[in-house]
T-cell receptor
Framework: LAKTTQPISMDSYEGQEVNITCSHNNIATNDYITWYQQFPSQGPRFIIQGYKTKVTNEVASLFIPADRKSSTLSLPRVSLSDTAVYYCLVGDGNTNAGKSTFGDGTTLTVKP | ETGVTQSPTHLIKTRGQQVTLRCSSQSGHNTVSWYQQALGQGPQFIFQYYREEENGRGNFPPRFSGLQFPNYSSELNVNALELDDSALYLC????????????FGPGTRLLVL
């Protein structure tokens, strides 16, 4: 499974756009990139997933360059409730999803 | 559609004891993965069950074992508990063979004294 590297922490203010970048230099051809959000004492929650280029849903966008060696999670207009740990995962979703390698994630703190 | 549920929510045990944690997967999901999350760290993969068979294991000793039942619910058993086993244990379900999208339960907080 591909190893990922993320910043340990980030600070932002309410209403700003936040971009969290994840490096995954040894991503494999079959690997997808998935981001999760986790609040204290809760299980991680799926945010977004992509394979290449750009994916957007109601909560976030995911930008993946052509070489796929990194990805950027973009959270538009964050609020205090977006304070959480964000994990980037890279794995082969083709056979039996779930054997994920979580790093230590990025702790995002949104300030008023 | 019900989400992933886990029981109990909290548990206190002493060293050397055994513990069983339970997980009900989301409706329609045949794959369950278990994770251990120590304070301040990301979840660490323990093992996965797919259609009642173990399908991959992380770097955990044999005293961590599991089961998956025909209804795809699952158990995690830990024997000979050690202090370092204190953690949040997370269960996640997914549709086997699909993209890496997992749905996590709220976890069981285990404290070993």
């Amino acid at each position: 499974l591909a190893k990922t590297t993320q910043p340990i922490s980030m600070d932002s203010y309410e209403g700003q756009e936040v971009n969290i970048t994840c490096s995954h230099n040894n991503i494999a051809t079959n690997d997808y990139i998935t981001w999760y959000q986790q609040f204290p004492s809760q299980g991680p929650r799926f945010i977004i997933q992509g394979y290449k280029t750009k994916v957007t849903n109601e909560v976030a966008s995911l930008f993946i360059p052509a070489d796929r060696k990194s990805s950027t999670l973009s959270l538009p207009r964050v609020s205090l409730s977006d304070t959480a740990v964000y994990y980037c995962l890279v794995g082969d979703g083709n056979t039996n999803a779930g054997k994920s390698t979580f790093g230590d994630g990025t702790t995002l703190t949104v300030k008023p | 559609e019900t989400g992933v549920t886990q029981s109990p929510t909290h548990l206190i045990k002493t060293r050397g004891q055994q513990v069983t944690l339970r997980c009900s997967s989301q409706s329609g999901h045949n794959t369950v993965s278990w994770y251990q999350q120590a304070l301040g760290q990301g979840p660490q993969f323990i093992f996965q069950y797919y259609r009642e068979e173990e399908n991959g294991r992380g770097n955990f000793p044999p005293r961590f074992s599991g089961l998956q039942f025909p209804n795809y619910s699952s158990e995690l058993n830990v024997n000979a508990l050690e202090l370092d086993d204190s953690a949040l244990y997370l269960c996640a379900s997914s549709e086997g063979g699909r993209r890496e999208t997992q749905y996590f339960g709220p976890g069981t907080r285990l404290l070993v004294l």
